[in-house]
């Protein structure tokens, strides 16, 4: 197997940047750069006092360590992809909006030109390994263009090496992950390329964690694996409006069903709803790979996990409209968190934007904190999100406040969107004081005490919880 010195990492986003830095930090052996087109990012990336451009615990002191050393950021993709010997595709691979399979299958236009780039510029052979999520059989289509377009001398063996990190824990999965599953084609070419891959990892992850399976296993397994994921969480928010509806608690259903070793503790917390840029696209992706497949069974079967989960988002806003008296119009409601989960300033796919969405179609006046996100990302999402109403007239209903405390003044309703450390640390009896009466908290992330809220004279709901307000 080819021993690898240098790599070039095609997209510097939330996969391609920590992932290729913890490589570099671990590996000081090797020569890691990171290319992208987006100019703006690759400046964030090089910015002298380390202001990166995506908010991740512990990053900074992964980038400080490696940068200037092994660690590069650079807008010459050619230049990366040339030098190299291994070379990692990172590039976004969003849900199509238009054309064959819109709504469901991944666009793989980023993926291809990639791609074809690697084919074009490459002047030596070439490890090519698949990190974006993909639908299953891409490293065949991309097998194909390579060795179309390859200049003799030139071999190019492909390997899928899907990411499992999740945002806001990144460096800490990274450091020490469950697994690293390596697919390759199981010829001898193959197998080498993937032992050249493997004894990259093995610098940190001990062998027994690095999995070796087929090309097409190892990308169906990165779908399956965000699909069960996230079914448990449609799973126990589908419980949860049981519970609302018989006086049962979730947390309490979640616990004893935990407990049991075959179903195991964790990803069990109920939510007004999963978001982030993975889980819906990656199965909408297999609901369309299904389709394709003609399995409309299987299809519909994993289609439910997405619809239970909108269905979630629409029972949390329904909930907030009913309680309140069955209108909001004109009524001020403070929503804390805008991020997707805590510990990132990321927003795809936040269940926020959709509440807040609701809430301005029922004409409320929201307040919205969050610790992380850039206000120009919240404009840009209730933009998108809100079609046909300029900028200027959502202003009008939805304002951005600088902390917890002054979002909720004067405010009907306090819906905890986002489960960030610092809600549940707020001087809720201050909160009280200047909010209007009777003053309402909706708790989506299960954070809040309850009962300590009811003693200082709020009326609560929180997900998962039949008990009166
Ligand atoms: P991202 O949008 O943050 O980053 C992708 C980057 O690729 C962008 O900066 C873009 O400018 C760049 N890019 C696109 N085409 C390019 C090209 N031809 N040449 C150079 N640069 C190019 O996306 P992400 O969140 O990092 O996700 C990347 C992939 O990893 C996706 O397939 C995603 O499904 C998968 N994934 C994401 C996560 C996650 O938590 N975000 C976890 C596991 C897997
Ligand atoms: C997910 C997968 O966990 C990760 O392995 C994969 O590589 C990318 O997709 P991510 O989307 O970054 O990671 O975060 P995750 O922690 O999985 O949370 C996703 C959403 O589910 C968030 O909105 C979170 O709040 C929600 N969630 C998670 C719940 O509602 N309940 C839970 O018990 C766990």
Request: proline content about 4%; aromatic content about 8%; glycine content about 6%.
């Amino acid at each position: 197997p080819v021993k690898v010195t240098k790599i070039c990492c095609i997209g510097a986003g939330y996969v391609g940047g920590p992932t290729c830095a913890v490589i570099a930090l671990k590996c000081p052996h090797i020569t890691v750069t990171i290319v992208d087109l987006n100019q703006a990012r690759v400046d964030a990336w090089n910015s002298p006092d380390f202001k990166l451009p995506i908010y991740e615990p512990g990053l900074d002191d992964v980038v400080r360590q490696a940068r200037g050393r092994n660690l590069f950021f650079s807008t010459d993709v050619d230049k990366g992809i040339k030098e190299a010997d291994l070379i990692f595709v990172s590039v976004n691979t969003p849900t199509k909006k238009s054309g064959v399979g819109a709504g469901f299958a991944a666009d793989l236009n980023y993926v291809e030109l990639a791609t074809r780039r690697i084919a074009h510029v490459s002047e030596s052979s070439k490890i090519v390994v698949e990190k974006s999520t993909v639908p299953c059989r891409t490293a065949e289509s991309m097998r194909t263009i390579l060795e179309a377009n390859s200049k003799p001398n030139c071999r190019f063996d492909i390997l899928s090496n899907p990411e499992f990190l999740a945002e806001g824990t990144a460096i800490s999965d990274l450091f020490g992950p469950d697994r690293v599953l390596i697919g390759s084609l199981q010829t001898p070419e193959g197998k080498d390329a993937c032992a050249s891959l493997a004894g990259v990892y093995s610098n940190w992850v001990p062998t027994n964690r690095i999995l070796s399976v087929g090309l097409w296993s190892s990308e169906l397994s990165k779908l399956a694996a965000n699909a069960m994921l996230a079914q448990r969480i449609s799973s126990v928010n589908a419980l949860s409006a049981i519970c609302e509806a018989t006086g049962a608690n979730i947390d309490e259903v979640a616990h004893a069903v935990g407990y049991d070793s075959r179903v195991g503790n964790k990803f069990l917390r109920a939510s007004v709803g999963f978001g982030g840029s993975c889980f819906q696209k990656d199965i909408l992706n297999l609901v369309y790979l299904s389709e394709s497949l003609h399995l409309p069974e299987v299809a519909a079967y994993w289609r439910q996990v997405v619809e239970m989960n909108e269905y979630q988002k629409k029972r949390f806003s329904k909930n907030v409209v009913d309680t309140l008296f069955n209108t909001i119009t004109g009524k001020r409601i403070a929503v804390l968190g805008f991020a997707f989960k805590a510990d990132t300033g990321d927003t795809r796919e936040s269940a926020a934007i959709t509440l807040i969405k609701d809430f301005q179609a029922e004409r409320a006046l929201v307040n919205i904190y969050d610790p992380q996100v850039e206000h120009n990302q919240i404009w840009a999402d209730l933009t998108e999100a809100i079609p046909n109403t300029p900028l200027e007239n959502i202003k009008k209903q939805v304002t951005i406040s600088a902390s917890a405390l002054e979002a909720c003044k004067g405010a009907e309703a306090v819906v905890i969107a986002t489960e960030w450390k610092e809600f549940r640390d707020i001087d809720w009896a201050l909160v009280y004081e200047g909010m209007n009466k009777p003053a309402f908290v909706f708790d989506g992330r299960l954070i809040i005490d309850a009962e300590k809220l009811r003693k200082i004279g709020f009326k609560v709901k929180t997900i998962g919880r039949g008990e009166r307000v």
